[in-house]
Nanobody, 121 residues
Framework: QVQLVESGGGLVQAGGSLRLSCAASGSIFGVNAMAWYSQAPGKHRELVAAIASGGSTYYADSVKGRFTISRDNAKNTVYLQMNDLKPEDTAVYYC???????????????WGQGTLVTVSS
């Protein structure tokens, strides 16, 4: 059983910073792309940032220059450093990864349980 466990959410004032972490655990053969999504109340889940296994990255326009995604392949962990946070960043943040478990022939998309980030004005 492969799972993603997130940590690092919380309450922060506008202009502050938070660092989210997401670790994959279980019988893992390999991890491909990893990403962070956000879902604000009443809105659809949106891609915030993604990172390929080789390190290339993608950012949504709304977070460019403020957020940084990184990963530690040895630990099967992805991070999201969020700086200069704004009230509109308030959302539940979900980790997402393409993971291949031992005994499986391909990669499956796995989601974390979500962590709440609240930015006060």
């Amino acid at each position: 059983q492969v799972q993603l466990v997130e940590s690092g959410g919380g309450l922060v004032q506008a202009g502050g910073s938070l660092r989210l972490s997401c670790a994959a655990s279980g019988s893992i053969f390999g991890v491909n792309a990893m990403a962070w999504y956000s879902q604000a109340p009443g809105k659809h889940r949106e891609l915030v940032a993604a990172i390929a296994s080789g390190g290339s990255t993608y950012y949504a326009d709304s977070v460019k220059g403020r957020f940084t995604i990184s990963r530690d392949n040895a630990k099967n962990t992805v991070y999201l450093q969020m700086n200069d946070l704004k009230p509109e960043d308030t959302a539940v943040y979900y980790c997402n990864a393409e993971i291949r478990g031992y005994g499986h022939g391909g990669y499956l998309e796995v989601w974390g349980q979500g962590t709440l980030v609240t930015v006060s004005s």
